[in-house]
Every structure is written in structure tokens, then in C-alpha cells.
């Protein structure tokens, strides 16, 4: 039996670009009337698609003009880019973990933008253990919390989502996973304040995750071993 597929989630799961982000989008949402906090990405909205935090934004306090959101993305998006570019870091333990897991297949799947996730990876050196293998919900046009993003992303890699193994720290993601069939394992980094969903498996910390992931594959091989019947 080969070895699962392994779906890495980008921010937060192996970058830690969620502060630099949140700043960022605090900014840009404030500049056009739109009320938002740094704490409101890191609380309610980690890992939403910035599309729909706009429009719940929007819902809650009042429209704003189509070509002003326009500037204020574009503008947002360049000033991340820099700071990526400068700034960004790992999150403890992923590259670790990913050179422990190197000889499993591996993708990332991120809601973000592709040049995003190639900035992120290329600036923290992580790009060698992914290559191309880089699943963006603006080319597939579908971002998660639907399941479709995992799915394509699977199914381009030539694998079933019963096979797969998809890390995440965000909730959109975990949930995701879960709907796509996958198993799911929760990078859960503030477990006093978040819990993990029903059927996905928690981790605290990245440094867990080969031990996890090892003991996984070896439980699925296990199982494909036909049982030798009664008397033979």
C-alpha cells in the first residue's frame, strides 16, 4: 500500500504569516470604513477566504463601494507581499517535521493567493519539499470551508480522499478536510481557546506531527494486510 498524501495547510500550519496578515487586512478594512481588529483574524475569521470577511464585514456595518474594495485589496496585498518578503518566519517545528516526513507525498493547500503561498515558502526556505505541488483556492476557485479545494487537490495528485492526511491549524480547514472524507489532524496551537472539531486529531505543536502522521500509515498498512483465515 503506498503512503497517504499528506495536505499541508499554509498560514500558521508552516508560516507563521497570521500576525503580519491580520495587521495587514486591519488596515486596509479600517481605511475604507470597514471595523476590524487584529484580533478579530485571529479569533473569528483565521483562515476565511478575505472575500467573505469583507462581505460579513459589509453586512454588518454597511456597503462599500466595489472600486474602493478594489484599491484597498490591491494596495493590502502588496504591503503583506513586502512584509513576507522580510519578515516571516516558521512556525516551530514545521521544518522539523517536514524533514522527518520528506519520503511521504506532500502538497500544500491554502486559501491564499499562489503567489502568496510561493513568497511564503520561497522566504522561509520550505519551496524545496513542495516543488510545484501548490493547491491555491484562486486557481481552483474554491477555498475552504467547502471540501472542494482538498478535493481537487487530491485528485490531481492521483490520489483518493480516503488516502490523504490533511494539517491544518484553521477551523475553515479542519472542517473542510472533514466534508472532503480526509482524515484530518488539528495543529490546535491554543487549545484553551479553541477546540478541536469531532473526527480530526489534535496536535498542540508541530514537533508531534511525525509521530502522528508514522503512526497513521502504519495503522493503514496494517489493515491492508490480508488476514490469514482460520486454519490455514
Known amino acids: 500500500m503506498p503512503l497517504p498524501l499528506l495536505l499541508f495547510d499554509c498560514d500558521g500550519t508552516l508560516v507563521d504569516s497570521e500576525p503580519l496578515l491580520a495587521e495587514e487586512m486591519a488596515i486596509g ?10 484580533s478579530d483574524y485571529l479569533g473569528e475569521f483565521r483562515g476565511t477566504r478575505f472575500r467573505r470577511i469583507v462581505a460579513e464585514l459589509q453586512h454588518r456595518y454597511g456597503e462599500v463601494e466595489a472600486e474602493q474594495l478594489d484599491r484597498m485589496e490591491r494596495s493590502m496585498r502588496a504591503k503583506l507581499a513586502e512584509r513576507l518578503a522580510t519578515e516571516l518566519t ?18 500544500v493547500v491554502s486559501n491564499g493567493p499562489e503567489s502568496k503561498i510561493h513568497t511564503a515558502l520561497q522566504t522561509t526556505g520550505l519551496s524545496h519539499y513542495f516543488g510545484n505541488r501548490l493547491f491555491s483556492g484562486y486557481t481552483a476557485n474554491c477555498w475552504k470551508p467547502e ?32 466534508q472532503a472524507g480526509m482524515t484530518v489532524i488539528h495543529l490546535n496551537r491554543f487549545p484553551d481557546a479553541e477546540n478541536t472539531p469531532e473526527g480530526a486529531i489534535m496536535i498542540s505543536s508541530m514537533y508531534q506531527l511525525p509521530a502522528v502522521v508514522k503512526r497513521l ?3 493503514w498498512q496494517q489493515a491492508s494486510v490480508p488476514q490469514q483465515s482460520i486454519g490455514n
Open 29 to 38: 478594512l479600517n481605511s475604507v470604513g470597514l471595523p476590524f481588529a487584529t
Open 90 to 107: 516558521t512556525i516551530p517545528g514545521a521544518r522539523e517535521s517536514l524533514d522527518a516526513l520528506s519520503h511521504f507525498p506532500s502538497a
Open 147 to 178: 471540501p472542494c479545494l482538498h478535493l481537487h487537490a487530491a485528485s490531481i495528485m492521483g490520489y483518493a480522499a480516503q488516502d490523504c492526511i490533511a494539517i491544518d491549524d484553521a477551523l475553515v480547514g479542519v472542517r473542510a478536510a472533514l
Open 217 to 219: 500509515s502504519h495503522e
